[in-house]
C-alpha cells in the first residue's frame, strides 16, 4: 500500500519535487475539499523476487482493465450485509482503479526480470501477446466482520491470430483491519497475492 501527497501539495511543491516524493512508501497524503480531507491511496506491486518460476522471451501488452461502472472509479468499495455496494468515505485510490491495476501488472511483471518486454498501448512494442484483465471484484466485504476480496479475470490474446490462448479466474481474500488504512492494506496485500498467481500463470502459458 502506498499514500501518495496530496494534490494541493503537489500544486505548490512543482514538478521537481513530485518524482522523490511520490516515489516514498506509505508517505502522507491528502486531498482538500472545501473543509473535507480525503487521503489518497496507491496500490504497490508485489515483490516477487523468488516466488515466480519460468519466464518468456515474448513481448506483453497489458491494456487497460475492463470492470462494471461501480468499480471504474476512484473510490474505495465496500458491500454490507444486504450487498448493497457503497464507497469508504475519507479515502479513495489515487488514480482510477483500473488504471492502477494496468499500471501495478505492468511494473510487476517488469520487476521479475523474467519477460521480454511488457508495456500499454501506444507504446511501439511488436507485440506477441495480450493480458487482457477484467475486475470483477476489488473491495471490502462487510457482512459479520471485514474481508479485502479481489477477482481478477484474464485471457491471453495471440495477437498474431486473435485467438484466446488460456483464461482464468484469480480471486484473493484478506482479512481487513479497521478504518481506511485497514481496508486499504488487506486489498493491497490481496491484490499482491493474486498478481503473484497471475504472472505465474502467464510464464506457464507463454
Same mark, same amino acid.
Given at each position: ?75 474505495? #468499495?465496500?458491500?454490507? $450485509? ?6 469508504? =468515505?475519507? &479515502?479513495?485510490? !489515487?488514480?482510477? *482503479? ?79 483491519? #479497521?478504518?481506511?488504512? $485497514? ?6 496485500? =490481496?491484490? &499482491?497475492?493474486? !498478481?503473484?498467481? *497471475? ?8
Amino acid at each position: 500500500m502506498r499514500k501518495v501527497t496530496s494534490r494541493k501539495q503537489a500544486t505548490r511543491l512543482g514538478n521537481a519535487a513530485l518524482g522523490p516524493l511520490l516515489a516514498v512508501l506509505l508517505g502522507g497524503c491528502s486531498l482538500a475539499t472545501g473543509a473535507k480531507v480525503v487521503d489518497l491511496y496507491d496500490i504497490s506491486a508485489p515483490d516477487l523476487s523468488g516466488a515466480v518460476s519460468g519466464g518468456t522471451r515474448a513481448q506483453v501488452l497489458v491494456p487497460e482493465p475492463t470492470a462494471v461502472q461501480a468499480l471504474n472509479t476512484n473510490q474505495i #468499495a465496500i458491500r454490507t $450485509g444486504d450487498a448493497t455496494l457503497g464507497y469508504i =468515505a475519507g &479515502g479513495q485510490w !489515487a488514480d482510477s *482503479l483500473p488504471r492502477l491495476i494496468q499500471a501495478r501488472v505492468v511494473e510487476t511483471l517488469e520487476e521479475t526480470d523474467r519477460v521480454g518486454a511488457v508495456g500499454t498501448p501506444g507504446e511501439g512494442l511488436f507485440i506477441n501477446y495480450s493480458l487482457r484483465l477484467t475486475i470483477r471484484e476489488f473491495g471490502i466485504q462487510a457482512n459479520g466482520g471485514r474481508l479485502a476480496r479481489v477477482e481478477i479475470a484474464a485471457r491471453i490474446l495471440n495477437e498474431s491470430n486473435g485467438r484466446v490462448l488460456a483464461s482464468r479466474s484469480f480471486e484473493q481474500s484478506v482479512s481487513a483491519g #479497521a478504518g481506511t488504512e $485497514g481496508a486499504v492494506r488487506a486489498l493491497d496485500a =490481496a491484490f &499482491g497475492n493474486a !498478481a503473484r498467481d *497471475l504472472v505465474q500463470w502467464v510464464f506457464s502459458r507463454i
